[in-house]
């Protein structure tokens, strides 16, 4: 079993619809959860960040950690032509060495 | 100036050939890595460097070496360049201190190929 996977999509939505996207991991040892954004030929933009589990807001993002169930997720509300990007999870158990998923590509459109 | 900057850009280079990949920072941050992104695969590490006397290997260093010559600066070698690396490679930059709430800043990454 893989330490991290994310479905790859890719998936595409209408504008304003609510987008999830998920991953699910292995190692319990992990405990530092990030969403990165990564553009076309750009290179990964952190977007959120969350220790332990819970619930993070910022803005129309939130990202979601259940450390019991090995699955975290981040949401989307109203998404925005300009949400289309590939979103990576990533992982640390505090080794400061990020475990990536492979990437989810959104398409959401006008 | 981007905080990470990537040169060059675009490379295509011919099998066996020799090429360097260069990074520079200016973060101030100690810790550097190198990635490579193929479709399907995600992003592998490819070698990482705590300080400038500590370097790592990654998970796929075959056929890569690497040089810190300054806190600054990370460079990524292709001793023999074959087809298989055609690739986008990406440099990141952490802070120990502040990781856990700034995570990564990567580059605009450089598109190789190899022909």
């Known amino acids: 079993q893989k330490e991290v996977e994310q479905d790859p999509g890719p998936l595409s939505v209408p504008e304003g619809a609510i987008v999830s996207l998920n991953c699910t991991y292995s190692n319990s040892a992990f405990q530092y959860f990030m969403w990165y954004r990564q553009y076309s030929r750009k290179g990964p933009e952190l977007l959120m960040y969350?220790?332990?589990?819970g619930n993070k807001e910022d803005g129309r993002f939130t990202a979601q950690v259940d450390k019991s169930s090995k699955y975290i997720s981040l949401f989307i509300r109203d998404s925005q032509p300009s949400d289309s990007a590939t979103y990576l999870c990533a992982l640390s158990g505090g080794s400061e060495k990020l475990v990536f998923g492979k990437g989810t590509k959104l398409t959401v459109n006008p | 100036d981007a905080d990470v900057t990537q040169t060059p850009r675009n490379r295509i280079t011919k099998t066996g050939k020799r090429i360097m990949l260069e990074c520079s920072q200016t973060k101030g941050h100690d810790r550097m890595y190198w990635y490579r992104q193929d479709p399907g695969l995600g992003l592998r590490l490819i070698y990482y460097?705590?300080?400038?006397?500590?370097?790592n290997k990654g998970e796929i260093s075959d056929g890569y070496s690497v040089s810190r010559q300054a806190q600054a600066k990370f460079s990524l070698s292709l001793e023999s360049a074959i087809p298989n690396q055609t690739a986008l490679y990406f440099c990141?930059?952490?802070?120990?201190?502040?990781?856990?709430?700034?995570?990564?800043?990567f580059g605009s990454g450089t598109r190789l190929t190899v022909v």
């Open positions: 460097s705590f300080d400038v006397k500590d370097i």
């Open positions: 990141a930059t952490s802070d120990p201190k502040g990781y856990a709430n700034y995570g990564y800043t």
């Open positions: 969350t220790y332990s589990s």
